[in-house]
Nanobody, 120 residues
Framework: QVQLVQSGGGLVQAGGSRRLSCVVFGNIFSIKTMDWYRQAHGSQRELVATMTSGGSTNYSDSVKGRFTVSRDNARNTMYLQMDSLKPEDTAVYYC??????????????WGQGTLVTVSA
């Protein structure tokens, strides 16, 4: 059973920074993609950052230049560094991973979500 356990949410002032962590527990064959999503109150969940197994990254226009996704393979952890935060970044943030359980079996797992609140 693969699980993603998140930490790092909380209250931060506008202009400040916050780093979210997502630890992967369990055995996987190989990682396919690692993503960060967010969902603001009353809104749909949106994709904000993606990292492929090869290390390529992509960001939504709303966070580009302010957020950085990374991973530490030795710690089985991926991160979302959020800088220059704005009140509109307030949301529950979720990590997501697509991985190969075996060489031909791709699965998906979500973290439990963590709330980031940015005060004006």
């Amino acid at each position: 059973q693969v699980q993603l356990v998140q930490s790092g949410g909380g209250l931060v002032q506008a202009g400040g920074s916050r780093r979210l962590s997502c630890v992967v527990f369990g055995n996987i064959f190989s990682i396919k993609t690692m993503d960060w999503y967010r969902q603001a109150h009353g809104s749909q969940r949106e994709l904000v950052a993606t990292m492929t197994s090869g290390g390529s990254t992509n960001y939504s226009d709303s966070v580009k230049g302010r957020f950085t996704v990374s991973r530490d393979n030795a710690r089985n952890t991926m991160y979302l560094q959020m800088d220059s935060l704005k009140p509109e970044d307030t949301a529950v943030y979720y990590c997501n991973e697509h991985y190969w359980a075996t060489s031909d079996d791709v699965r998906e797992v979500w973290g439990q979500g963590t709330l980031v609140t940015v005060s004006a």
